[in-house]
């Protein structure tokens, strides 16, 4: 593993757009209004950045154009991710290196998606109300056999899961309640209403095992992290936060395949990760897990090595997600409960903790180590992220 | 609440008044036509390398050996089931009728493994692990789906 990469990079600035329902602003916008603070929140100026790497809704065809043409940009280098929520990880990775190799050295990193608006906003909004482009879903093997949307393809494996290590309905619920919680503390936050055991088992039916509390919930939204050397961060606003390690693993044969559906591609990425980053699971102060599905943290903390295989239920159920528990995890209330923005902003919450200036009832106490995942086109492809206060 | 809806999932359909989407047919390609055909005369016929391996989706070759040449071959039609998920909302009107209906995945005898719906057996009644046989089943517009129902 390289380990010459360690902490030679750094996290200088983080932003986020309104978050929710967002009808007046655009995918284009919000990440917009998510860049320019992350900018401002570095202490640089626009002529300063000089690398574009990103995503936004799938239908915007070389959307680093279309970005860097809003805010007035011309990148030494700049793309669009196509590896789905795994994108957003790998954006800072494609960064890290790009400035490695001398192409680039100040990089905007971001995701927007007005995905509330997309599914709600109108009544043919709703009907269609897939956030796949038509062209991109396949054409045989799927639909015609009655399997629709992200849902039902990770119930398959919650469903494996659960036969296969006992893990119960409670546990999936344990997830879904602690992240809950910590969205009540974060005002951004897009659902804040304390969420009980009765209430969560009592959520509308979607796919079994998933009721309505096991999904994510799609918001309006972006985020944005500007990465420049650790050199030159010592000279900027913020406190730096270092960037440790990285890794990435793709199921490119698939989620059917082997035993993928139960133990996901994050075990080899983050296996990779760790080792870049010398450290060990139990050093982690705190996790921001990519959660579009409850079972898919439980799967996760597995494969992370948190727990053993087999043991993310019960390890979850324990209260160690919650603050003040022994892994703290999706702090901001994840994709549950902020709000689904692609895992974008749970890299900007992991770096909001390793900084230490959040707000005292959000802050864990003392995060030096914070790891972030990122997981996407059905969990076959993964990234892993681990940040550590600079 | 009632605002929160399931996620990377879809808002509820609308219930009452739009008239029905036309089913989802398949979008056979150059590749799977095949299969498709097969189907339509009763049979499960999935692509076998020349040198023995058997794949599914259809492909223009072997993931194991790169070989392009090979046979589409009859399977037995029997298998387990690996995974399965119920349905208990309507993401396609088109499927509103059957629910709750359960998609599985089928791991066949030859070794590939089937996306496919269950039938003649309750959301209830399925395990992981039970033992299916393929049925045929016409759907309409010269389309014949492979589904899996519990084996005798």
Known sequence: MNTELRNKYAIVGVGQSRLGKVPDSTALGLLAEAMTAAVDDAGLRRGDVDAIVCRGPDDIYAHHQRIGEILGIDAEFSTSVDNGGASQILSIILAVLAIDAGLCSVALCGYGRDSWSRTHRSEEARQRASLVPEEQQHGEFEHEFGLFGAAATHALGARRHMERYGTTKEQLGSVAIAFREHASRNPDAYLREPLGMAEYLAGRPIVDPFGLFDCSVPVDGAGAVVVTSAERARDLRRRPVLIRGFGTFNNLRGWTAGERMVETAAKRSGAKAFAMAGLAPAEVDTAQIYDCFTSMVVAQLEDYGFCAKGEGGPFAASGALRLGGALPANTSGGQLSEGHVEGMLQIVEGVRQARGDLAKERQVEGAEIALVSGHGGNTVCHSSLILQRG | ?152
């Open chain 2, 1 to 152: 609440m009632t605002e929160a809806t399931a996620g990377s999932a879809t808002p509820r359909a609308p219930s009452g008044t739009k008239p029905p989407r036309p089913f989802p047919f398949p979008k056979p390609t150059r590749d799977s036509q095949p299969f498709w055909d097969a189907c339509r005369a009763g049979e499960l016929r999935l692509q076998r390398c020349a040198n023995g391996h058997w794949r599914f989706p259809p492909a223009p070759l072997c993931p194991e050996c790169w070989t392009r040449e090979g046979t589409w071959e009859r399977t037995r039609g029997r298998g387990r089931v690996i995974a399965y998920v119920t349905f208990r909302r309507v993401y396609h009107s088109a499927f509103a009728p059957l629910i709750p209906y359960t998609v599985a995945v089928v791991e066949l005898e030859e070794g590939p493994r089937l996306t496919t719906r269950l039938v003649g057996v309750g959301p209830d009644e399925v395990k992981g692990g039970m033992p299916v046989e393929v049925t045929f089943e016409p759907v309409g517009n010269d389309v014949t789906l492979p589904l899996f129902k519990p084996a005798k």
